[in-house]
C-alpha cells in the first residue's frame, strides 16, 4: 500500500488495529493484518475519509475492506503527532508543518496504534478481542499536563486525583457510545504534547456522518 505525504497534499493517520501491533522503527507495520488509514486534503482540512485494510499475514500484500466511511478529525485539523514513527526523523517533515500541541484542537497525523476499546455497555459486543473499558460517571481522560496521570483514562474512584482538568467519558450526547484509544504521545508520555485521543461514533442527530473525530 502506497500512503502519499503531506508534500504532495493528502494527509493521513495510519491507525494499526491490533493489540500487539509494536515493532521497530524501521517497519511498524510488519507484525499488523488489520489497519485503518484515514486521510484529508491538507492541514486544516476537517472532513476526511476513512478506509480499512486488511492481509492475512505479513509477508502478503494490503487489501481494500469495504467502502471508505466519511470522517471528522479535529476541529482546527491535524498536525504531527507521537505515534510508532518519528515523522522528522524520516525526513517527512517539513519546517513549516504543524506539530501536535495540548489544545490545539488538531488531531494528531502520523501511525498510531489502537490499545483499547470503549463504550457505554457493561460488556464489549461479541467477537471483539481488543481490551474494552466500560464508562461510567467515575471514568476521565485526563488532559491536566501536570498530573501523573496526563493522557490516560482512568477511574477517579481507583486512583488520588491530581488533576484540575479532565474529559468526562461518560457524556449525556452519547459521543462516546463505542470508540478507539489512538496511542498518541503514549510511550514515552510528554507533558504538553497532546491527549486523550479517540476515535469514537458521530453524535446521534441530523447531518452526522459516520466516525467522528479524533480527541
Not at 476526511?48 to 475492506?65: A, C, I, N
Not at 501523573?148 to 459521543?175: A, C, G, I
Request: charged fraction near 20%.
Amino acid at each position: 500500500m502506497n500512503l502519499k505525504l503531506p508534500g504532495l497534499s493528502v494527509f493521513a493517520l495510519c491507525f494499526i488495529a491490533s493489540a500487539f501491533a509494536r515493532s521497530s522503527k524501521q517497519d511498524v507495520l510488519a507484525p499488523s493484518t488489520q489497519i485503518l488509514v484515514v486521510t484529508t486534503s491538507d492541514w486544516n482540512a476537517v472532513e476526511g475519509t476513512l478506509q480499512r485494510y486488511e492481509r492475512v499475514r505479513s509477508s502478503k500484500g494490503w487489501k481494500r475492506v469495504g467502502s471508505s466511511i466519511p470522517v471528522v478529525v479535529g476541529k482546527t485539523g491535524l498536525a504531527w503527532g507521537a505515534g510508532l514513527a518519528s515523522s522528522d526523523g524520516a525526513g517527512v517533515r517539513g519546517f513549516s508543518d504543524p506539530v501536535k500541541k495540548e489544545g490545539d484542537g488538531k488531531a494528531p497525523a502520523g501511525v498510531f496504534r489502537l490499545s483499547t476499546t470503549f463504550g457505554y455497555a457493561a460488556e464489549k459486543q461479541s467477537g471483539w478481542r481488543m481490551p474494552y473499558t466500560s464508562l461510567t460517571s467515575t471514568v476521565e481522560c485526563v488532559d491536566d499536563a501536570s498530573s501523573k496521570f496526563y493522557n490516560r483514562v482512568v477511574d477517579n474512584q481507583t486512583v488520588k486525583p491530581d488533576w484540575n482538568s479532565s474529559e468526562h467519558m461518560l457524556r449525556p450526547d452519547e459521543l462516546y457510545g463505542w470508540g478507539l484509544v489512538v496511542d498518541h504521545n503514549a510511550d514515552p508520555v510528554t507533558p504538553g504534547s497532546g491527549s486523550c485521543i479517540f476515535a469514537h461514533l458521530a453524535r446521534p442527530g441530523p447531518g452526522d456522518r459516520g466516525l467522528h473525530g479524533y480527541g
